[in-house]
């Protein structure tokens, strides 16, 4: 299996990635943040450490900084897979990068407006241009993949307002062009599936909050979610899973979440639970309901 990870500097691409190179694939890391410099971002994960993550979950991990605004350095990352490998079979849209730029709970008239259409394209247009020059190496056989990774699944989004718009319209978005891909991948095989990780405990997170992977449960967090949240391990096991599954077809077009695909498998996180927070958020937090966080895990 050869994939391509774009965006896979930390949390949820990391994740994929080394699930990927768990399942024994080839698995291309891209992203702006290196050892020698970082993005705008200024967080220390790098693409190197992802590819050596690769690389030891029994995969061949490849490092390759890449900007994917613009359309040369995608381009240029193309034409690399083609004459490494000759075809793509799983291309992952994970870019993101946006977490500095939007404010939460600000109408449009008060949100930097300059931030805003940042985010835009970071989130949106990336995902577009990486699929114009790597889709055609992904329909050269029959069975390729492509993921875009989102926050939401489309049920979810489609009648909750998600903070601001800008953060709203990126995330629709991606979910939108999981269903475009579905559409123009159909006529070659191919499967496009959106996918949205729960409350994710990624490294940025953890930072946040002041804890690590070992002490997370003692963080001070208003929302009851967090003790359903999750690694970014479970995701990354969920779409490893579609990508080695010969049926995968039947999620093309659709946007689920990682505790759908975990049961749909039969995964589960590192610790061996399989959180359900897009459950718990809607059937607990949303209703005020009383109910045990560990019932949905």
């Known amino acids: 299996m050869i994939a391509l990870v774009a965006g896979s500097t930390r949390g949820t691409g990391r994740g994929i990635a080394v699930a990927l190179g ?9 992203g702006r943040s290196t050892r020698e410099r970082r993005s705008e971002m ?41 004459r490494e490998q000759g075809r793509l079979d799983v291309l992952v849209n ?29 989130a949106v247009d990336t995902h577009i241009i990486s699929s114009r020059f790597l889709l055609p190496l992904l329909i050269r056989n029959e069975g390729g993949l492509v993921v875009e990774v989102t926050d939401g699944t489309w049920e979810f989004n489609e009648t909750r307002y998600r903070q601001n718009v800008y953060y709203d319209l990126a995330k629709m978005s991606v979910n939108r062009l999981a269903f475009a891909w579905s559409n123009e991948l159909r006529p070659y095989g191919g499967t496009g599936v959106a996918v949205t990780p729960g409350f ?34 479970y995701v990354g096991r969920a779409i490893a899973a579609i990508a080695a599954d010969p049926d995968k077809q039947r999620w093309s077009g659709r946007s ?20 359900q927070v897009w459950r718990f958020i809607t059937e607990v937090e949303e209703t005020g309901k009383d109910a045990d966080p560990a019932d949905y895990r």
Request: charged content about 25%; glycine content about 8%.
């Open 94 to 122: 994970d870019v993101w990068g946006s977490d500095h730029l939007w404010e939460w709970d600000t109408p449009v008239w008060k949100h930097d407006m300059d931030k805003g259409l940042r985010l835009l394209r970071l």
């Open 256 to 275: 689920v979440d990682s505790g759908q695909l975990a049961e749909a498998y039969g995964l589960t996180d590192v610790d061996g639970s399989r959180p």
């Open 22 to 30: 768990a399942a024994g694939a080839t698995v291309y890391c891209t």
């Open 42 to 82: 200024n967080r220390p994960e790098t693409i190197e450490e992802t590819a050596e993550l690769v690389t030891a979950a029994g995969g061949t991990g490849i490092a390759v900084q890449v900007d994917h605004l613009d359309p040369a350095q995608v381009e240029a990352l193309a034409g690399r897979v083609e």
């Open 200 to 233: 994710l405990r990624s490294e940025a997170m953890l930072d946040n909050f002041g804890v690590t992977e070992d002490n997370w449960r003692e963080a001070k967090v208003d929302h009851k979610s967090w003790l359903v949240s999750e690694t970014p391990a």
